[in-house]
């Protein structure tokens, strides 16, 4: 569990984390952030836990956790910001925070961080509107593999404790805010230069220069990323723009 009083000490961000939950099981972090949001949340409301048993992931995947053996955490970004950037951001913020203790970090566009070609975390965005009106607020979802645990089939995953020898439980309040620090960080360059985050993906975007598939058929290279978060994908017919959908490599 994390312990408030080693975070608070380590925390050197602005707002994100600075008004924390710790709770010890909870179905959905990102249930709780909503919930949050509904009562007023400011920016950067963030709640933790140290098991999720029914956690959102992309395209409507549900995944649970075993006690400790993840980092599942959410927060509120208000007001709504960085747009289609946002979820890249926050991926540059957790492979930043894994580089800064000598662990190579790729984000895969567009929600997921992979170590040696492994997934090490997941980032899931939602904004939702209340009463009719547009949403205020974004909730942004990230679960950190922490420790080995049974993965589903289909995901090649990692974790600390595998890439970090000897990491520490203890450690696990430092790495947190590290890690908090570094997603503010990123939020905040997308917000005030866009461009930043194409430029903070040109050393750190997985499978770059590689022949990949798209979930709608879509075949080609992937050439980079671009200042509103597409990625582009070099095909037979030019540079084509993805917004949207699943990318694996073409086999």
């Known amino acids: 569990m994390i312990a408030l009083e080693r975070l608070a000490a ?119 509107s209340m009463g009719g009106r547009a949403p205020d607020a974004a909730v942004v979802g990230v679960g950190v593999n922490v420790r080995p645990q049974p993965y589903p089939d289909d995901v090649l995953a990692t974790d600390l404790a595998t890439e970090l020898p000897g990491f520490a439980a203890s450690e696990l309040e430092v790495f947190f805010a590290e890690t908090l620090e570094a997603i503010e960080t990123w939020i905040d360059r997308a917000v005030r230069t866009p461009s930043a985050v194409a430029r903070g993906l040109d050393a750190r975007l997985a499978w770059r220069g590689e022949a990949v598939v798209v979930d709608d058929g879509l075949r080609g290279r992937v050439l980079g990323v671009d200042e509103e978060g597409e990625l582009l994908i070099e095909t037979d017919e030019g540079t084509q723009q993805v917004r949207a959908g699943r990318v694996r490599r073409a086999t």
């Open 10 to 128: 380590a925390l050197k961000t602005h707002a994100l984390g600075r008004d924390v939950r710790v709770v010890d099981e909870t179905p959905s972090t990102m249930d709780l952030a909503h919930e949050a949001v509904a009562q007023g949340a400011p920016d950067g409301w963030t709640v933790v836990t140290r098991r999720q048993t029914a956690g959102r992931g992309a395209r409507g995947r549900s995944w649970s956790s075993e006690e400790g053996a993840s980092l599942p955490f959410s927060f509120v970004v208000r007001p709504l910001r960085a747009g289609s950037l946002l979820a890249l951001a926050v991926g540059l913020g957790l492979a930043e925070s894994l580089e800064r203790r000598g662990v190579e970090a790729r984000v895969k566009w567009p929600n997921d961080v992979l170590v040696r070609d492994r997934k090490i975390a997941g980032i899931l965005v939602e904004a939702r």
